[in-house]
């Protein structure tokens, strides 16, 4: 249920760019994060940071894109966002005490400092290979491409992370009171 609340804008984004168009999808998914981001403030009294960036640069690349009817703004919003994620985690590796994957996850699960240091890496990989991808996409194919790119491609892009945490969480130190020394 929560992965269908993350996709819920890009999902509406598609169904609208099918029914309606690019600049009424444009609209409709800036509307629909809009909700997204409102919904966790009033549920949770704080919203996702990742969330929250993704929001502010949808609202002004698809804000330039339905104002001066180009979508190639609304169509760099996913690399801009991409390797700015990438920039940061790449930066809490290198100058941060924790990486980012450890601060988002570690109250989660309990990893030796290298495997933290091998997710926050593939992540930093997959945010700059997304936005290089959506760039290829973006010059190479025509806008409806790109739209089924942006939908299906970047859900499958984004589930391969999940399963990247997944197999390191897997091979996470036991933080259950049963997990005893073997005494």
Do not use: C, H
Not at 9 to 27: E, H, K, M, N, R
Not at 95 to 119: D, I, N, Y
Not at 156 to 182: H, N
Request: hydrophobic share 55%; proline share 2%.
């Amino acid at each position: 249920m929560q992965l269908l609340f993350e996709f819920f804008p890009l999902i509406a984004f598609f169904v609208a760019f099918l029914a309606f168009g690019l600049y009424v999808a444009t609209a409709t998914i800036i509307v629909a994060t809009a909700l997204q981001i409102a919904y966790q403030w009033f549920r949770y009294r704080k919203i996702n940071k990742m969330l929250l960036v993704s929001g502010i640069l949808l609202a002004l690349f698809g804000g330039i894109t339905l104002a001066l009817r180009d979508p190639v703004f609304l169509q760099w919003k996913l690399t801009v966002v991409n390797w700015l994620f990438a920039a940061a985690f790449l930066g809490s590796q290198l100058f941060g005490a924790k990486t980012f994957t450890e601060r988002v996850m570690g109250k989660a699960v309990e990893l030796e400092s290298g495997m933290w240091r091998l997710l926050n890496t593939l992540w930093v990989i997959d945010f700059a290979v997304m936005g290089a991808l959506n760039l290829y996409v973006m010059y190479n194919f025509d806008l409806q491409t790109w739209v089924y790119f942006k939908t299906f491609g970047m859900i499958g892009l984004t589930i391969l992370m999940v399963g990247q945490g997944v197999w390191i969480t897997s091979r996470a130190t036991d933080r259950s009171p049963d997990s005893g020394s073997g005494n």
